[in-house]
């Protein structure tokens, strides 16, 4: 699967990374003194993920958690996301992570620990109010969680912590890891979504929604806490239709495991705009013409993109899911 | 014109004889027909003394790097050749810039400023790169600043750990040198053209017209772009009908404009939108040249409501 794993020497010997090291396969394996000695020291081109990836096993130094964006989220309380790995197996045409870092390499933080006792830190600081960690802005939260088996580390803290929620964000199938321990009220488990030709087209390597609905059914009739992503939406002929498909599977389920859903129109920074062109020049995401918007990300013109927005949210709204638990991402 | 480019003289014999290049007026550059020969000399600043030179007096559209190379990877044959995939470079420390060459390619290579004479550095190097060569990154850096299509392919003469016997890979050379024209031959020349699949235009349209024509037909099928232009009578016609077949709403969104532009049109003004339907201010005009003009105009903004715009800003696209 990998080219190299390279693992910081420090932590080379601990139980962590050599049960990760056991459970992956690599054709070689080196030892360097730190992670960004190399990673992201030259300009690696995202493609080159398919035939040529390395893994980086290191311990993450610095901020360990920062505070999201604005128009992140529900809209109620703090939000803050934490990172314990960078990028990802998937390789959705649209992802921002072609233009963020440099390489496609991907990175394993292994000291959860750190992360957890910084969340601690924040909890006393902001004593009254709601915290929500995020978990998947860099990296898919689950995909690759049954090697790097951090989710008990984050459970326990948040059994602990029970006014302060945990969001997993994931376009992955493998919960083998969230069920092997009882759901609690403040993890979240979100799943992001697409139409089905959308997915096929633009979700290269991620599992098929046939495969995601079948897991959010699963976690849902275990009364798991859900949230799902519907973004980004890439307008094609048909989409409204296809939606309301997945719409219709997803009433049936037990709609009180939903905790909120969030719908979102497919957007770039200029930078990731270019990567996208020049990664997947006939892709059908270019047919559309994008212009640059409030925040000078690249949209769809406002009316086109509300249009779309609109029509989901009334789809949404017409199979019984509720209106506060709907929110538009990033508008 | 193409630019082959080697290292050495010993690494170009046999091209210099199979095409018969004649020296030009520097010692180091050679001319065959449409194709020159520049023997750049060893290490990343000698690859490129010439170069600009080059670009600058010769109408040269390709650039083709060959010669021979160290692995750093143990899964390499000797006397294998490999098209580069992207280039990477060493100055005293990874230097950030890359350059892609192959994407079908699986091989990457990095410059080095210095011959690798220990296990150490070539570990270093490994950690970036599957062989190393002296002079590529430069060359790529120049090419690409001029927009000249680079390729590299290199023969591996040897495993770059600090036991380079430079004898042994010597009296290699001249096989090296055939094996290299040999690839040349059979991959970059006699190269057949790409079909024309471009559309004839049987209406007169500008140059920027035929542009815009060209890159919306590249997002349809042949066909559907074909049976639009066809039925199309004029330029603008077409653009609009493939600009609606590739996105409907757009047509909406331009219906919903015309209809709240309607009122303003028929008394002679005009209510302009954002360029990019992003802002939601509206701009009116009007030419006054009588009474009646004024009062056309207050009776027409009396009636106007700012909550079309709103509503048209908010996706409400129904006319």
């Known amino acids: 699967m990998f080219s190299t794993v390279f693992v910081e020497q420090d932590i080379y010997q601990t139980q962590r990374v050599q049960s990760i090291l056991a459970k992956i396969k690599y054709k070689n394996i080196k030892t360097l003194s730190r992670y960004d000695d190399v990673w992201g020291k030259v300009k690696k081109p995202y493609l080159q993920k398919r035939e040529n990836l390395n893994l980086f096993i290191a311990n993450k130094r610095g901020n360990l958690i920062k505070e999201t964006p604005d128009a992140y989220g529900t809209g109620r309380g703090k939000h803050f996301y934490f990172i314990h790995s960078y990028n990802c197996i998937y390789e959705c045409e649209y992802c921002y992570l072609q233009g963020y870092f440099n390489t496609p390499d991907i990175v394993f933080f292994v000291n959860h620990e750190d992360i957890v006792k910084q969340m601690g830190e924040l909890i006393q600081k902001y004593p009254n109010e709601e915290l929500w960690f995020h978990a998947g802005e860099f990296s898919d939260s689950l995909n690759l969680s049954h090697i790097t088996q951090e989710y008990k580390i984050y459970y326990d803290f948040f059994k602990n912590n029970p006014n302060c929620f945990l969001e997993l964000r994931s376009k992955s199938v493998n919960i083998k890891e969230v069920i092997e321990l009882p759901p609690l009220d403040n993890i979240i488990i979100s799943f992001s979504l697409a139409s089905d030709s959308s997915a096929k087209e633009f979700d290269r390597k991620c599992p098929s929604i046939k495969h995601r609905l079948n897991a959010i059914e699963k976690l849902a009739y275990k009364n798991y806490k859900l949230g799902l992503h519907f973004d980004p939406i890439i307008y094609h002929e048909g989409f409204l239709e296809e939606y309301e498909t997945i719409f219709e599977q997803l009433s049936h389920l037990p709609l009180e495991t939903i905790q909120y859903i969030s719908i979102g129109v497919v957007r770039f920074t200029k930078d990731v705009y270019h990567q996208v062109a020049n990664n997947y020049p006939d892709s059908n995401i270019h047919k559309l013409d994008f212009t640059k918007s409030f925040d000078n990300k690249l949209r769809y013109n406002r009316p086109m993109r509300m249009w779309v927005l609109n029509r989901i949210k009334n789809s949404l709204l017409l199979k019984g899911f509720q209106d506060e638990k709907i929110y538009l991402c990033m508008e | ?319």
């Not at chain 2, 757009?250 to 003004?269: C, H, L």
Request: glycine fraction near 4%; charged fraction near 25%; charge should be neutral.
């Open chain 2, 1 to 319: 014109m193409e630019l082959l480019t080697c290292a050495h003289f010993k690494e170009a014999e046999s091209f210099i004889e199979a095409f018969s290049f004649k020296r030009e007026n520097f010692n180091n550059l050679f001319k065959s027909g449409n194709r020159l020969l520049l023997i750049t000399g060893e290490g990343p600043f000698e690859s490129i003394t010439l170069l600009p030179y080059l670009i600058a007096q010769y109408d040269i559209s390709k650039i083709i790097n060959f010669g021979i190379v160290g692995a750093l990877a143990k899964d390499f044959k000797i006397g294998e050749i490999v098209n580069v995939r992207t280039i990477y470079f060493y100055l005293s420390k990874p230097y950030f810039q890359s350059f892609t060459l192959d994407n079908e390619s699986k091989v990457d290579c990095i410059t080095s400023e210095d011959r690798v004479l220990e296990t150490e550095y070539a570990t270093k190097l490994s950690n970036f790169a599957h062989i190393v060569d002296r002079e590529l990154w430069p060359m790529a850096k120049i090419a690409n600043a001029h927009k000249i299509e680079l390729s590299s392919f290199k023969l591996i003469s040897d495993f770059a750990n600090g036991e380079i016997n430079c004898f042994d890979i010597q009296s290699m050379a001249s096989d090296f040198s055939q094996k290299l024209l040999t690839y040349y031959k059979n991959n970059f020349t006699n190269q057949t053209p790409e079909p024309n699949n471009e559309h004839v235009l049987k209406f007169k349209a500008s140059f920027s017209q035929k542009k815009r024509i060209e890159k919306l037909s590249n997002k349809l099928s042949y066909e559907q772009a074909h049976q639009i232009i066809n039925q199309s009578k004029n330029a603008n016609e077409c653009i609009k009908s493939l600009e609606y077949k590739i996105n409907p709403i757009e047509e909406k969104i331009e219906n919903k404009i015309k209809f709240i532009q309607g009122p303003f049109e028929k008394i002679g003004a005009n209510i302009y939108f954002d360029q990019k339907k992003e802002n939601k201010n509206v701009k009116v005009t009007m030419n006054i040249n009588s009474q009646k003009n004024i009062e056309n105009l207050i009776n027409v903004l009396s009636d106007f409501r700012y909550e079309q715009i709103d509503d048209f800003y908010n996706g409400n696209l129904d006319v």
